[in-house]
């Protein structure tokens, strides 16, 4: 009985470091280090002006644009895993409603911390904000665990909107860093 005493706080101090992994930003950066990475993905996942190319994106007459971007988006999840961040942001969307959309990806960094890969996998529809934070959160996890997301694009969804893009014409060009159409 004695050893049984014994064993219950080791065991309980175990179960309690099974618990889940927090997504949230906060807990592993700074409020400074957030907003160092925002800007280092705002250029691909922010609203570009009219007209640019990728490349273009990048030009320093651009950047009070992207700093304008920068603040409309929120970092609401983040991820490390193998030298690889998860992310997802989500902004304000157009609509009558308050109403936002959340975009989910992927980004590896190379040694002097430059985009060496990035991926976006997901951009939900537009959402009232407690049932974006739901779905988008479930898709964002199903995403850092490897596992397809192809049941909650809208073809597949059974009239539940989850996932705008990509779909049957919209694809995400590695490549090129933006989305497309077939």
């Known amino acids: 009985m004695n050893s049984l005493k014994q064993l219950i706080p080791l065991i309980l101090i175990i179960v309690a470091g099974c618990g889940p992994v927090s997504y949230k930003p906060g807990d592993k950066l700074t409020q400074k280090e957030q907003e160092d990475f925002k800007w280092k993905i ?77 991926e976006e996998q997901f951009r939900t529809w ?17 995403m850092v665990k490897g596992k397809p997301l192809e049941s909650y694009q809208t073809l597949n969804s059974n009239g539940i909107e989850y996932i705008e893009f990509p779909d049957e ?7 090129e860093r933006t989305w497309k159409t077939r």
């Open 126 to 142: 537009k959402m009232v904000p407690d049932t974006l934070q739901k779905r988008s959160m479930f898709l964002f996890d199903l």
């Open 169 to 175: 014409r919209t694809f995400f060009d590695i490549k």
């Open 42 to 118: 705002i250029h691909y996942v922010g609203r570009s002006p009219d007209g640019l190319t990728v490349q273009e994106r990048f030009y320093p007459q651009y950047d009070s644009h992207y700093l304008d971007q920068q603040a409309l988006h929120s970092l609401d999840a983040w991820y490390e895993k193998n030298g690889t961040v998860y992310f997802m942001v989500s902004r304000r969307a157009p609509s009558l409603f308050e109403k936002r959309v959340a975009t989910g990806g992927l980004v590896k960094f190379d040694a002097d911390q430059n985009i060496e890969y990035y």
